[in-house]
C-alpha cells in the first residue's frame, strides 16, 4: 500500500506573485519532486503584514480570515518566504485572542504551515533532486524567518548539497538588510544606510552570488547592488535548488 | 535631549546624523567592542539561556507583587536608620531632592552615573536653583562639558571621540599645560581624576541610581567600572540614591542571579568592576559611610505600565545590549531619537513618559527585525510592543494621512482577490514594461523613497497566479 501524496498548498506571497513568479515556480518543483501534491488556491492575494505592522489590527484580521478560510482544508501549507509564513505561524493566533473560534482555525492553520526550506528538511526529510551550480554564493538570513522560525542551518544544509556551489560567509548573515516593509520608503535614508553596510558585508565575501528566503530582502539588496553597479547576483535560494537558474536573475538584464 | 532635538523631528535628526562623519565612525565602534564582547561572553557561559529564563522570571514575580515588595524595600531601608521618599512625576523627585540637598546647606554635588535622574532633568533643576551638579563617571562627565545629554545608557559619550574629548578638556580645564600629552585614553582618564579628585572631596551630597533595591535587606546596588559611584556615595555627608519603583528585587539571590546577565548583556564583562551594595547611613564603629541616607522612589507612568500591554518592558535593567545591536541605533546614534532613552528600549518606553503624540516615529523607525529581543537579558519582547504603540496610534488616528489611505486602497484591494489580480497583473505588466530589457528601473513614480537610494527590480511580466492559471493548474 503506498501512503497518499501529502496535500500541500502553496502560499505564493504578493510579493513573488508580483515581481518573481520563478520563486513560486521553483518552490512548486521543489514540493513535486518531493512527492507532494500542490496546489495554489485561486484568491489568495496578501497574508495581511503590512496592515498588522502598520499598526491596523482589524485590516489584519480581515485578510487573516481570507487566508484561513482559503488554506485550512489542505494538509499542509507552505511559504517561500519567513517573514509571510512567521505572519501566519507565529501572529495570526494573537490576532485572534479575543476570538475562540477563529482563535483555533488560526492556530490549526499555524501549525501546519511552514516556511518553504524549513518543510523540505525538518517536515520532510527529503534531499532534493541533485542539481548543479558553478560558483560562490553567501547567504542572507531574514529576520523573520530567522528569529521567528529558526530558519537558519536548513538551507545551508540543502544549499551543501548542489554540485559545483560554494558558500562564504558574510561577517554578519544575521544582521538585518533594511527592508521593514513600509520602513524602506518611510525612513528611506536609513534604510539605506543598513543595506550600505549589508551589501558591504556581501562585497567582502567576494561571493558572485546572494542567496536569500525573502523576496523583500532580496529586492532590497538587488536594488542596492545593481545602484551601485556591482556584479553581484540575487536570486531567492528555491531557485538554485531547483535548478531554475536559466533566467535573469534578480533586478539582471534580460538576454 | 541634545541640541534641543526631539522625537517630532526624528528624520530631520537622522538626516544630519547620517551627515556627520566623525559620529558615524566613533558608533561604529560599538561592533567590535560591545557587539562581540557580549557574543564572546554569552558564548563561554553554557547556562547563559537558563539565566536569562531565571532573569525574566524573578522580573516577572517581582511586578506581579510590587506593592508588597515596595513596602518590605521602605521597611529595610527605615530599619537600617534611612529615609523613603514616594515621588510621583518627575518634578515631584526633584523637589525631594533639592529640598534634602537645601535642607544638608549643599552647595555643591557629586553624581554617580544614572539614567534616572537624566529621565526627570535633575541637574538642570538643581542648577537653576543655586545648586552645581557635578558628573563623576568619565562619559558623563565629558558630555557635561559639552552641554549634552548621554547618547546611549551605558556609554553616554559613545558618540564622542578621543580627539574631542581632549579639545574639551584643553578648554575647560583651563590650568592645563598646553605640553601635557592627552592621546590616549589613558592619559584622559587621568586628567579627569585629578579634576574630579578635589571634587568629590568638596561635595556636601552624593547622589547615585540604583540597578537594583533589595526588598530582603533594604539595600541599594550599583555597579559601575571606574569607582566613581563609591566615592559620590561615600565621601559626603548626604547620600541620596533616585530609582524607579520597577527596581526592586526580592532577594541578594536575586541580584546575584540577574548580575550574571547584566554585565556580560551590556559590555561581555563578567562582573562590572565595582558593585556596591548601601544599605542605610554609617553605623557606629563603620569606617566610612554618609551621615544620612535617603531613597527616593520614582514612579513617573511605570504603575500605569503594569497590567498593560507595556508591563513587560518593566523587566528592563538597562543594560543596553539591545541598543547595540539595534540597525536603526547603529546608523544614527542615540541623539536622533530625541529622548531620554534611545534605541528599542527607549522607543518602547518613550511614549509612556511622555506621551504617544510628541513620540510620533520612535514606534515606527524600526525594520522590527527582532535582534533586540533576541538579545535581550530579560528577553523583553520589544518588536511586539512597538507593535501596540502601531496599533495606538492608528486607533487614535495619529498614523499619517497618507500613510493611512496608502494602506486602506490596498486593504481594499487586498480583500478583492479579481480585482487584486486585476491591478497586479496591469502593474507588473506596466513596470516590466517601463523597465525594458533592463531589468531594474532607476526612478519610478510614486516610489521615491525607495528610488533615491536604489534600482527597483522590474516584474518578470506576468504574475504568478496569470502564468499558473495559463498552464492550467489549480
Ligand atoms: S530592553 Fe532588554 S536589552 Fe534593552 S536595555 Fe532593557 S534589558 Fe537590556
Known sequence: ????????????????????????????????????????????TCCGQPAYNSGDRAGARALAEQVIALFEGFDQVVVPSGSCAGMIKTHYPDLFSGEPNWRLRAEALADKTHEL?????????????????????????????????????????????????????????????????????????????????????????GAELLLAGDLGCLLNIAGKLKREGSSVEVRHVAEVLAGMTNGPAIGETRK | ???????????????????????????????????????????????????????????????????????????????????????????????????????????????????????????????????APVETDLGEYIIQLRGETPSHIIAPAVHVNKEQVAADFRRVHTDLDPKRNLDEPTSLLAEARGVLRERFLSA???????????????????????????????LPKTHIVLASIEKVVPTLEDVATIMRLLARSATGQEMSVYTTFSTGPRRAGDP?????????????????????????????????????????????????????????????????????????????????????????????????MLRHWREKEFERHLTPKKARFGLAAWRFLAARPRLYGLATRLGAWGLARLAGRDGALRQVPLAGGWTRWRDLPAPEGGTFRTEWAKRGRK
Open chain 2, 204 to 234: 556636601d551630597v552624593g547622589i547615585t541610581g540604583a540597578n537594583f533595591l533589595v526588598a530582603e535587606t533594604g539595600s541599594t546596588v550599583i555597579v559601575t567600572n571606574e569607582g566613581n559611584g563609591d566615592l559620590t556615595q561615600i
Open chain 2, 1 to 131: 535631549m541634545s541640541g534641543g532635538l526631539t522625537s517630532l523631528s526624528f528624520p530631520k535628526n537622522a538626516h544630519a546624523a547620517l551627515a556627520n562623519p566623525p559620529l558615524l565612525k566613533a558608533i561604529a565602534h560599538i561592533e567590535e567592542t560591545l557587539v562581540s564582547g557580549r557574543r564572546r561572553a554569552a558564548e563561554a557561559l553554557p547556562e547563559f539561556e537558563a539565566l536569562r529564563d531565571a532573569g525574566r522570571d524573578i522580573k516577572a514575580h517581582t511586578l506581579a507583587h510590587l506593592d508588597l515588595y515596595l513596602e518590605a524595600f521602605e521597611r529595610k531601608v527605615v530599619e537600617a536608620g534611612g529615609f523613603v521618599h514616594w515621588a510621583a512625576d518627575a518634578a515631584d523627585a526633584n523637589r525631594i531632592i533639592l529640598d534634602i540637598c537645601q535642607k544638608a546647606g549643599a552647595r555643591r554635588v557629586t553624581k554617580g552615573k544614572s539614567m534616572i535622574t537624566e529621565e526627570v532633568g535633575l541637574n538642570a533643576y538643581l542648577q537653576a536653583n543655586g545648586i
Open chain 1, 117 to 205: 526550506t524549513s518543510f523540505l528538511v525538518d517536515v520532510l526529510g527529503v534531499a532534493p533532486l541533485p542539481v548543479t551550480f558553478e560558483g560562490t554564493a553567501t547567504y542572507h538570513d531574514s529576520c523573520s524567518g530567522l528569529r521567528e522560525l529558526g530558519v537558519k542551518d536548513q538551507p545551508r544544509r540543502l544549499l551543501s548539497a548542489v554540485d559545483g556551489l560554494t558558500i562564504k560567509e558574510m561577517h554578519d548573515p544575521e544582521a538585518c538588510c533594511g527592508f521593514g516593509g513600509a520602513f524602506c520608503v518611510k525612513y528611506d535614508e536609513i534604510s539605506n544606510a543598513i543595506v550600505d553596510r549589508k551589501v558591504a558585508d556581501v562585497r567582502t565575501t
Open chain 2, 288 to 384: 566610612d559611610g554618609p551621615e544620612a541616607f535617603h531613597v527616593v522612589l520614582l514612579d513617573n507612568g511605570r504603575s500605569a505600565m503594569l497590567g498593560s500591554e507595556f508591563e513587560d518592558m518593566l523587566r528592563c535593567i538597562r543594560c543596553g545590549a539591545c541598543i547595540n545591536h539595534c540597525p536603526v541605533y547603529r546608523s544614527v546614534g542615540g541623539h536622533a531619537y530625541g529622548s531620554v532613552y534611545p534605541g528599542p528600549m527607549g522607543s518602547v518606553l518613550t511614549p509612556s513618559l511622555q506621551g504617544l503624540e510628541k513620540s510620533a516615529h520612535l514606534a515606527n523607525a524600526s525594520t522590527l527585525c527582532g535582534r533586540c529581543e533576541s538579545v535581550c537579558p530579560m528577553r523583553i519582547p520589544l518588536p511586539k
Open chain 1, 1 to 44: 500500500m503506498t501512503t497518499p501524496k501529502p496535500r500541500v498548498a502553496l502560499f505564493v506571497t504578493c510579493l513573488v506573485d508580483f515581481f518573481r513568479p520563478t520563486v513560486g515556480f521553483s518552490a512548486v518543483k521543489l514540493l513535486e519532486d518531493a512527492g507532494c501534491e500542490v496546489s495554489v488556491p485561486a484568491g489568495q
